[in-house]
């Protein structure tokens, strides 16, 4: 399974263009990625940067549930 988000995952950073989506984890919470840029992939995780600041959090691709994609307006 975290194969296969991983795939979903390169395949939302990879859009052009760029569109803003949030990353669901099995625990219920959730991570808005902005920009694709700020993220560096693993191969087992993923590290989701936030902008213009040095913090980031560590996430496992096999705890990753969903992916939702921004609505436009």
Do not use: C, T, W
Not at 31 to 41: E, G, K, Q, S, T
Not at 47 to 70: C, E, G, M, T, W
């Amino acid at each position: 399974m975290g194969e296969q988000m991983k795939e979903q995952l390169l395949e939302l950073l990879n859009r052009d263009p760029f569109v803003a989506f949030r990353v669901v984890m099995s625990s219920g919470h959730e991570h808005d990625v902005m920009d694709p840029n700020l993220v560096a992939v693993g191969e087992s995780q993923i590290n989701v940067y936030a902008p213009k600041s040095d913090r980031y959090v560590i996430l496992r691709l096999n705890q990753i549930a969903a992916f939702h994609v921004a609505q436009s307006a």
